[in-house]
């Protein structure tokens, strides 16, 4: 498996402008994985105009997208991104008389979302210097994916760990105290549903079950514009290495999910809709238009 690393410089975010998607979550919750499967469905759908160059004209992060697209189509999941690394990488995508949404992934590890939470350890909510210096930055144009571990967070545990991490950190974003953001506009994606959509009647029973907290705060501010989305990426079978490492391959790839996320992404920049993807319908809440009509 091919990897890139497109680590963050610390001395370059002062002063950034532009459209930013902060993908967040718990620990091993699928971020990356999310991640490389929607730049492998943009280089792939001959619907719409991809561009991976980075727009101050270095190659690392094409290199980069260019090795997330190879590893999918090889069948690769993606390993974990390591604590204490932030890394940007920058795409263009749009179609022929539509405007292109040229915007910037950041992202975090597990690790460095988790620190938000106060401990007995440590009383005051932390996240990566890196990240909140970007997260501050007035000229950054921001959205988020929260990604929750639906194999983990399921029905019977009551441990709450996700719902817990998620409420505070939409808090400490919105707080005086914290970063101080004005609005909040977010898609709360439950990743690895095909684990789990047996267990629950819908996605909307799943969050409500699993996210009281989160959703008492999201539905009592009219700061926050949220809407929620299963996801899968397909089969995903074990193959055993002549080591005797067994490692999670892809079988067979499913696009549906991750059309409505390209959705979402562009209309939520460009408030346009694309043509032949899913509609969405922005609202408190809400979710994506017509999903279980479609499919």
């Known amino acids: 498996m091919t990897r890139f690393d497109n680590v963050v410089d610390g001395s370059t975010i002062a002063g950034r402008t532009g459209n930013f998607l902060f993908t967040v979550g718990g620990v091993a919750s699928g971020k990356s994985t999310l991640q490389n499967f929607l730049i492998h469905r943009l280089h ?20 980069y997208l260019n090795a997330w697209v190879h ?6 999941l993606p390993e974990r991104t390591q604590k204490g690394v932030l890394r940007e990488f920058n795409v263009r995508f749009g179609q022929r008389g ?18 938000i939470v106060p401990t007995v350890e440590q009383k005051q909510p932390k996240l990566n210097d890196h990240l909140e210096s970007y997260l501050r930055q007035p000229g950054v ?6 990604i929750s571990d639906a194999s983990r967070n399921r029905l019977g545990r009551g441990t709450f ?7 505070t950190l939409i808090r ?10 004005r609005n909040l506009n ?32 999201v539905l009592s501010s009219p700061r926050i514009k949220a809407q929620y989305l299963p996801f899968s990426v397909g089969e995903v079978v074990l193959e055993r290495r002549e080591s005797g490492e067994s490692v999670a391959r892809l079988k067979s790839i499913e696009k549906r999910y991750v059309e409505f996320l390209i959705s979402w992404i562009y209309t939520s920049f460009t408030q346009r809709q694309l043509k032949g993807y899913p509609k969405v319908k ?3 809440w809400g979710r994506i238009k017509n999903f279980f009509a479609a499919w």
């Open 186 to 217: 977010i898609l709360f994606i439950a990743a690895k549903w095909d684990v789990v959509q047996n267990e629950y009647k819908s996605d909307r029973q799943y969050f409500r079950t699993n996210f009281p907290q989160t959703r008492s705060t």
């Open 161 to 167: 760990e996700e719902d817990v991490l998620f409420d």
């Open 98 to 115: 539509r405007p292109s949404l040229d915007f910037s992934f950041i992202e975090i590890a597990g690790e460095d979302i988790r620190s």
């Open 71 to 76: 590893n999918i189509a090889a069948g690769y």
């Open 141 to 146: 144009n921001k959205r988020f994916l929260f």
């Open 44 to 63: 792939v759908d001959e619907h719409v105009h991809f561009d991976r160059t980075n727009r101050d004209g270095k190659s690392a992060s094409e290199a």
């Open 172 to 181: 400490y974003l919105l707080s005086d105290n914290g970063i101080g953001l």
């Open 282 to 284: 922005f609202g408190l």
